[in-house]
């Protein structure tokens, strides 16, 4: 029988000072809404060096929650935590420096960091090393060795990218390991593991998998391999409109990473909503009814910086100018109405504008194809587009006079079927104000 949860006990112990205590009660506290006392116990237990309390404190400082925003010393509070050897917040600095949030933005330095934590062994450094390994093109058995090390300890999204490859005809994952996999990630609600054990023909292994090695890594020669924010060069360009302008890169992103950003985003998919500039808060998106996550550059992570940055350079443009990467989850009969990405008016009549001025171009990149429906009307020509897996699609939402093209209005018409996902980035003409 489960010992009777005692909160006398547990308030007399945060008296005393003991930082535990003062952040269990922290937690409890604000689960109850009692935001003041909670936040001054966050406090005391901060003060006391709890590293769990600095760190939910150092957020609450970079978003402006229940405290005032303070983008400094939450910066200065995370770098202290990540020098202090807290994995949490050596992972965040890691994106804020990939992103240039917070912090100044230094590529080689959030590379350090991930690299630094690789070689200790966490699993989740395996496996986004691994992952940009496969963005870059460059040493699969290595990266193969990676996610293998990472999935056999347990991580579910290495295993699931090494079950997808297995389906994909890689027979380095034997069969009834593959199937082993899936079985696990049914019962956690992975998206894909439906679909890839219904295309493993071997029943599940009964024992749990061996543990693998970690592969000895050279972090010199992976840096270096790893160099480049965007990965490999861009496959060629195809034009597909001259007016509006809209190009697609076909094989922009491999086909297991575009399986895996929807696997690591599945589960925090909410209703599709839109910032509101006059309250500074999200709202229901009045213009499409699916679902939607955004990221925010601390949530971020080297990977998915990656492919922003691919996105990006497909539009000409680099990542300062993106606005947050946001996944997008369609189900049948699920709509975006008629609509222009770039932004009406002027920064004195549309407050949009004053985060990094107006939209340019806007980036698509599909996920999965294995629906029927779902393209991309484009209302005044009447013409309609699907692309690929892996596929981004590049609108040019302004005239080269900077006007809007009122020829770049698009639908995103239902799928009839199952579920479209698709990853979207609007690039800004300055660096965007997050």
Known sequence: MAEEFNVEALVAKAQTGNPDAQYRLSALLMGEQQSDAALSW????????????????????????????????????????????????GQMLSAMLASGYCVERDWSAALDILLLYADLGRIGALREVALLLILSGKDDALSHDLLMAAATRGDIHSAMVLSHRHTLGDKRVDAALAAFWCERAKEMGHPGALKYSALIDADAQADTPNITDIPLLNLAKLKKLLAKESGKALPKQNTLFDRPTVKSFKGLVPIEICHHLIGMTAPGMLVASVFNPQTGAQQADPQKNCMQRIFLPMEMDLTSHVICARMAACAGMTSPHSEYLQIFM??????????????????ESNPDLHRGGQRLKSVFLYLNDDYEGGETHFCVMNEKIKGSVGEAIVIYNTLEDGTLDDQSVHEAFPTLDSAKWIASLYLREKPFVY
Do not use: C, W
């Open 330 to 347: 369609y189900q049948p009969g699920q709509v975006f109405v008629p609509h222009l990405d770039g932004f009406e008016g002027t920064p």
């Open 42 to 89: 966050l406090r005391k237990a901060a003060a006391n060096n709890h590293s769990d309390a600095r760190f939910t404190l150092a957020n609450f400082y970079m978003s402006g929650q229940m405290v005032p925003r303070d983008t400094k010393r939450a910066a200065e509070m995370i770098i202290q935590l990540h020098e202090g050897g807290y994995g949490a917040a």
